[in-house]
Structures are given as C-alpha cells and as structure tokens.
C-alpha cells in the first residue's frame, strides 16, 4: 500500500452487556485517544513508526470511491460508444440510430456526473498545488509534517491524473455525439424523470 496502516475489528459491548462504542471508545476524541495510545506503545518497540495524522488536521480530502467506479465502468465500453457515436454520424441508419441512442442515453448521465466532478477534482488539484507552494516557506520549521503532505499530496495527484486522463477522454467521446441526439437524450432522460412523480 502506498501508506501501510492498520484497521482494528471488535464489537464495542459494555460490562452490562449493551452493545455502546460511544461508552467503550467515547466518540471521536476517545478514539483519537485509543490510537495515541497505540502509537505511544508500538513506537516504543518499533521507533520507525510514524503516527498518522488526522484528516482534521491536514484538511485532505478523499475521492469519492463512485468516480474510479464509474470511470472505470466508463471506460469498458469506450470502444462501444465511439463505434455508437461512429454509427450516428456515418450511417444514420434507423435501427443503429436507435440502437446508438439506447447506448447513450444508459451512459449519458454518468457522463455527465464525471464530467462535472472532473471540473471538481481540477479546482481541488489546484488548491492542493497552491497549498504546496504557499506552505514552501515554513518547510523549513515544518519539515516533516511537509513532506508527509507532498507524498500523500504525490499520491492523491497520481490517481487524479489517472481518473482526469480518463474523464478527458470520455468528455471528447461525449463531445462527438451530434447535439440534436444529445438534446434528444436529454429530452428522453427529463421525460422520464416527469414521468416517475
């Protein structure tokens, strides 16, 4: 893993038998508690050891799973939908038309959720770089905190490059359909939402 860390499974059940993780670990402090604890023990044996800090204090946020989920569902059928776009324009013939169209209108609006986080994910990827340049000058009192930063930082950018490269090529594919089938699609997709109330 590109950060090793541990996850501790139990069930929380109080002396009087109820099942509590508020009155065993006391909520977020007393976990945060527990996990110093932990540090403060195994360090003592294994001095490499770094302890990990919080989300709270770095302000770093997580990738939602769903986007490497769609993305990648996206992406098994990149060659399907350019050869339903390729259809479309080339042939306009009545039934690969529709056939297209059905295609599209599965995938369009997963298309479009990405390519809305996409605009999401580059905001985020800026202030991240912004942050990296404007904390250069307390690198020096900050070291390690900082280079903690730029490796998770190293990581986040390497998978949302990857997710970015991939959700670029999916806005060209979408790019290529015709826009009277696009505002069809649309249409059929508003239709359909009117339609469920």
């Known amino acids: 893993e590109a950060t090793p860390h541990m996850h501790l499974c139990f069930i929380p059940i109080t002396k009087s038998g109820r099942l509590s993780s508020k009155e065993i670990i006391g909520g977020p402090k007393g976990l945060r508690d527990w996990q110093d604890c932990f540090y403060e023990h195994i360090s003592a044996k294994y001095p490499d050891i770094s302890r990990g800090m919080p ?22 059928h990149y060659d399907e939908i350019l050869a ?7 042939l306009n013939n009545g039934k690969k038309k529709r056939d297209a169209i059905a295609l599209l209108s599965r995938y369009a609006p997963d298309m479009a959720r990405l390519k809305d986080q996409l605009k999401i994910t580059n905001k985020y990827v800026g202030e991240l770089e912004e942050e990296l340049r404007s904390s250069t000058s307390e690198a020096q009192k900050l070291q390690a905190t900082v280079d903690r930063q730029a490796e998770e930082l190293e990581d986040a950018n390497t998978s949302l490059f990857a997710l970015n490269a991939r959700q670029k090529e999916l806005d060209a594919l979408i790019s290529r359909i015709p826009q009277e089938i696009y505002d069809q699609i649309t249409r059929q997709k508003q239709n359909y939402k009117g339609s469920d109330r």
Not at 55 to 76: D, N, S
Not at 84 to 90: Q, V
Request: proline share 3%; charged share 35%; glycine share 4%.
């Open 84 to 90: 339903a776009i390729n259809d479309i324009g080339i």
């Open 55 to 76: 989300r709270e204090a770095t302000k770093r946020k997580h990738i939602p799973v769903y986007m490497f989920k769609e993305a990648a569902e996206l992406y098994e």
